[in-house]
């Protein structure tokens, strides 16, 4: 991985500046690589360098395309997941400069703590923990999923195309705090979905209680059912695929 030294981004103007976008008609609000827009002209290399943003990011990958690494953790998947960053957070995409390319139904929410100044999504915030990634999980979403995140993003980009009036902080506010909404009902989903994946498991095996099962798993390999699996879906390293 490259050893240049990180990115810092602030500002909304400074992301799309990057990558080949007119300034923003909002400054604090933005929708950017979306499938249905112009492609990226990325105006520096950013492949394999860590990017220390300032901003939220909420971002729809189809999981074959470029690959980030948030912290310590690689998120992929085909099926289409979303990932989280907030500000702070190091982000190193990696891959190769062609996988920059979106297509699909991919996009990316971008914006500035100060969009949440003076409304009640300010003192919520707290309860979205998919932003701290204290779960080390993307977010996997069923097709119904997507198509509601896809359509309620476009509302997003659609308000923040306009210069912002006095009634804008109360509407931004608003949708984001559905788009939130909506993350939580997904990630409840796909808890569930892999609960019930767990016990069944653990029946098959001859346990009578799935707790027996990861109290064993855990005792033969250091790490519960889940951590296993989330590092055998990793991918695997040029050096980690010839070994």
Known sequence: MSTRGALR??????????IGRPPPAHPLVSVIAASWQEPLRIEIPIIGRPIESGLYVISL???????????????????GIIV????????TPIGGESELAHEGEGWTVVFHPDVL???PLS?????YRFFGYATHEALHLTRPERETFTGLV???????????????????SAQLQLLFTYC????????????RAASAVAYALGFEHPQHFSKLFRQKTG?????????AQRPRTRRETSA
Do not use: N
Request: glycine share 10%; with cysteine; proline share 6%.
């Open 84 to 91: 989280f960053a907030s500000p702070g957070q190091v982000i």
């Open 117 to 119: 100044r003076d409304t």
């Open 9 to 18: 981004l602030g500002s909304i103007e400074q992301i799309h500046g990057l």
């Open 184 to 195: 939580q009902r997904a990630y409840a989903r796909q808890l569930e979905v892999r609960a």
């Open 223 to 231: 790490q519960s059912p889940g951590e296993w699996r989330r590092g």
């Open 61 to 79: 990958k189809r999981g074959d395309e470029c690959h980030a690494e948030f912290g310590r953790q690689v998120h992929d998947g085909q099926a």
């Open 123 to 127: 003192d919520a915030m707290h309860q």
């Open 154 to 172: 476009r509302q997003l980009e659609r308000e923040s195309s306009v210069p912002p009036d006095a009634f804008a902080p109360d509407v931004l």
